[in-house]
């Protein structure tokens, strides 16, 4: 069966700091990708990052950076410098082609409080 | 490029009625998946298309159902509503629906409260 869990309900983080959320996953499935989503208070879904199964350099974008250690089956996502903006709930999901085709399942989420 | 749209944004029903909601996602793209979120259940899968087809559905009761039209827009309907259908409704759009896919972008989401 296809998995996320993201153990950290909740996080803190000082402004201008980094911080790292994390996310394991568990499937059988050779190919798989890995996302990361925003979501403010707003509601929106905001796509943050990518990581597929097979990319060998782990992915960036701007202040984010997924640590993928396929091994471990872990994909935590890294923001760095925080700002004030980056508080919100984020999502760690994986698209796999389980029982009845490809689909993606989500973790719980972790919401972050960035302080001033 | 526009991102994903949904119609409407906010929708109150009473219990016993049905409703349908609109997805439109970003061109070229050939998979919607919809996804219910609820504070106690989180996100979960509804069901996903491409190509007009349902690829794949999630654990839901028949009440809830779905179409996709040649313009990869879609629809969902919930039928005889029930005050645990109130929920966020979030449509996602991707090229193909692969695992390969790099991009699955949401839309703003329908918010339905049931009366």
């Known amino acids: 069966a296809q998995k996320i869990t993201q153990t950290q309900p909740g996080m803190f983080v000082q402004e201008k700091e980094a911080v790292t959320l994390d996310c394991t996953y568990d499937?059988?499935?050779?190919?798989?990708?890995l996302f990361w989503y925003k979501q403010p208070s707003s509601g929106e879904m905001i796509f943050l990052i990518y990581?597929?199964?097979?990319?060998?350099q782990n992915a960036t974008e701007g202040r984010y950076s997924l640590n993928f250690q396929k091994a471990r089956k872990s994909a935590n996502l890294v923001i760095s410098a925080s700002q004030l903006g980056d508080s919100a709930m984020y999502f760690c999901?994986?698209?796999?082609f389980g029982t009845g085709g490809f689909k993606t399942i989500f973790g719980a989420g972790t919401r972050l409080f960035v302080k001033a | 490029k526009a991102g994903v749209t949904q119609t409407p944004r906010y929708l109150i029903k009473t219990r016993g009625q049905q409703v349908t909601l609109s997805c439109s996602p970003i061109?070229?793209?050939?998979?919607v998946s919809w996804y219910q979120q609820t504070p106690g259940q989180g996100l979960q899968f509804l069901f996903e298309?491409?190509?007009?087809?349902?690829?794949n559905k999630g654990n839901f009761p028949g009440r809830f159902s779905g179409r996709q039209f040649s313009n990869s827009r879609s629809e969902m309907n919930v039928s005889t509503l029930e005050l645990g259908d109130s929920a966020l409704y979030l449509c996602?759009?991707?090229?193909?629906?692969?695992?390969?896919?790099?991009?699955?972008?949401f839309g703003p989401g329908t918010r339905l409260t049931v009366l």
């Open positions: 298309y491409f190509s007009e087809t349902q690829r």
């Open positions: 061109s070229g793209h050939r998979s």
């Open positions: 499937t059988s499935d050779p190919s798989y990708g």
């Open positions: 990581q597929g199964s097979y990319d060998q």
């Open positions: 996602a759009s991707s090229p193909s629906g692969r695992t390969d896919d790099n991009e699955q972008f």
């Open positions: 999901a994986m698209r796999g």
